[in-house]
């Protein structure tokens, strides 16, 4: 049983041994060799004098918190070693020097132990700076984006140690600020974004430094971006709605707009994404989001909507109506629409056209308020075409697709129609992918559209017209001459300009060339004419 004992005491003494470092007596023999491992502290203090060892009872104490730095410490007295003291260029006693180089560095604090240790954090670069209250804190933010906060009681709980301990190494750029003081009831730890001006607060239970360290950088993540090329992913497909912010960058104040994203942002934080469009750069998706370029800035969700056919996007633009025709961007009023979207109690607005009077051609003109009386009409089969106004391959198939429409306009039963995408809104149920796209919605069979996979070539749409309605009537009219549309125009335009420049040229080159022989020959006349003269003049 004793010997049970005997190795329980020296267990927990060499424990005890490694949390609280030796304080090393220094004399002549091992001043020298001591000084030399860096880094070191030393107090050189004199007994008996009673500020000497008030300070060095202190010292002694706050040494014990130093152990993670892996500093020797040691302790000279100057009575015994007046050599030693004098040799230092002492300026007080008792004057306790780090030595990281050669050149120490002096301690000039208060003569306390948490002096003592906010001094040797700042000579070790700790991150994790001590303060006594939150207004301290924040007159120290002013250089940093991220500031995780810890509000202690004091610094001997278990809490604080293991709060300093993640905050050793964080990310570079954040500051890690210990609030401690004693009138603090509660432990809490939280991070305060500058740039957002938002707070995250850590729920956890237990401090531990892999969590802590965790949930400091998942709260780090931005809370929006801006709308480019590296993010257009990332947006595109997630698995929470996305809110869209529209607007003219270089008309909106950015803190403002910064501000407003981001009190939405942390308030729907893992429920909903956030990014800002400028539209200027993405007039394609202002459009299919439904916002007019007049209601700038504006904004819209969009989200995965149930379909029986795959994943579909759907949008709900905050659109100008009865109840707000002025809508702005404005956070809470922002926070109000999301929050009716989660719950379900916003209605989904389908954008249309002005419904048409008069059909102007057998071409069929579906906007969003006919797509259900016209489309999705049961008795009749419908065959759209979905395009795009910005679309160049829509507006070169507009012309045969017409043509296809007059040689099935004999079908009472059988509709050509087309549907602008960007000017309205189709049941998100339906996924219509790339534009132009081509589906055929059979009678009596709606819930089952067939896509037509070619679009470039009249005769292969005709078979699949007739695969699937073998009765349709095609009567085979004449191609007429297709009209040149504006840039086939203007290509034709530089090609005659290019033939005619080319035909000038070569005549000039051609004219150049005959007047070159020209003044060959009259040259070659001229020498002849001197040589006979040479000659007349010799018989002469």
């Known amino acids: 049983m004793m010997f049970e004992v005997f190795i329980v ?16 007596e220094l004399s002549k023999k091992n001043y020298k060799s001591f000084k030399s491992e860096l880094p070191v502290a030393i107090l050189y203090h004199v007994p008996g004098d009673e500020d000497s060892d008030s300070f060095r009872k202190i010292f002694q104490k706050a040494m014990r918190e130093t152990a993670r730095y892996g500093m020797k410490i040691g302790e000279v007295d100057c009575v015994e070693n007046t050599k030693i003291c ?15 180089k050669k050149i120490p560095s002096v301690y000039e604090g208060n003569k306390t132990e948490e002096g003592i240790l906010d001094w040797v954090d700042e000579k070790f670069l700790r991150r994790v700076r001590i303060f006594n209250s939150r207004e301290e804190v924040d007159e120290a933010i002013s250089f940093f984006e991220h500031i995780i906060i ?33 009138t603090i009831n509660k432990t809490r730890i939280e ?42 992913k990332k947006y595109g497909s997630p698995d929470v709605p996305v809110g869209y912010y529209f607007c003219k960058m270089n008309y909106m104040e950015p803190d403002w707009l910064n501000r407003q994203v981001a009190k939405v942002a942390h308030h729907f934080k893992g429920k909903m994404l956030f990014v800002i469009v400028d539209h200027t750069e993405n007039p394609k998706l202002t459009e299919t989001m439904g916002i007019a370029v007049e209601n700038m800035p504006g904004f819209a969700i969009e989200d995965w909507y149930p ?22 961007i404005e956070a809470d009023e922002i926070i109000e629409f999301c929050q009716k979207y989660l719950d379900g109690k916003l209605q989904m607005n389908l954008r249309s056209e002005p419904i048409p009077t008069v059909q102007e051609s057998n071409v069929t003109k579906v906007v969003g308020d006919t797509f259900k009386s016209i489309v999705l009409d049961e008795t009749k089969d419908v065959f759209i075409r979905f395009h795009a106004n910005w679309c160049d391959k829509c507006k070169k198939m507009a012309f045969d697709y017409e043509h296809l429409a007059n040689e099935t306009a004999s079908n009472p039963n059988f509709v050509v129609a087309d549907f602008d995408a960007t000017a309205n809104d189709y049941p998100p149920e339906y996924i219509i992918g790339s534009f132009p796209s081509l589906f055929l919605f059979p009678a009596k069979n709606k819930s089952n559209p067939i896509k037509c996979e070619t679009f470039n070539y009249p005769e292969r749409i005709k078979k699949f017209l007739l695969r ?37 040229r070569a005549e000039k080159k051609a004219q150049r060339r005959e007047e070159l022989k020209q003044r060959e020959e009259d040259r070659r006349l001229l020498e002849e004419a001197r040589k006979a003269a040479k000659e007349r003049e010799k018989e002469l």
């Open 468 to 504: 699937h309605i073998p009765d349709l009537v095609i009567d085979e009219q004449p191609l007429p001459e297709r009209p040149l549309d504006e840039e086939e125009k203007k290509k034709k335009e530089e090609e005659e300009k290019s033939r005619k420049y080319k035909e000038e």
């Open 150 to 182: 810890g509000y202690f009681p004091s610094r001997n709980c278990s809490d604080f140690k293991s709060f300093i301990t993640a905050g050793d190494s964080p990310v570079f750029g954040d500051l890690w600020a210990a609030v401690v003081n004693s």
């Open 307 to 328: 379909s029986p056919f795959g994943k579909a996007r759907a949008h709900w633009a905050h659109a100008p109506n009865d109840e707000n025709p002025r809508p702005s």
């Open 9 to 24: 005491f020296l267990f927990f003494q060499n424990s005890f041994s490694l949390i609280i470092p030796k304080i090393h």
């Open 86 to 100: 004098q040799k230092a260029n002492l300026e007080n006693l008792p004057e306790l020097r780090i030595y990281l």
């Open 191 to 232: 991070i305060f974004h500058k740039i957002y001006e938002t707070v995250d607060v850590y729920d956890k239970n237990e401090i531990e430094k892999e969590k802590l360290a965790s949930w400091v950088e998942e709260a780090k993540q931005p809370l929006f971006e801006q709308l480019g090329w590296g993010n257009t």
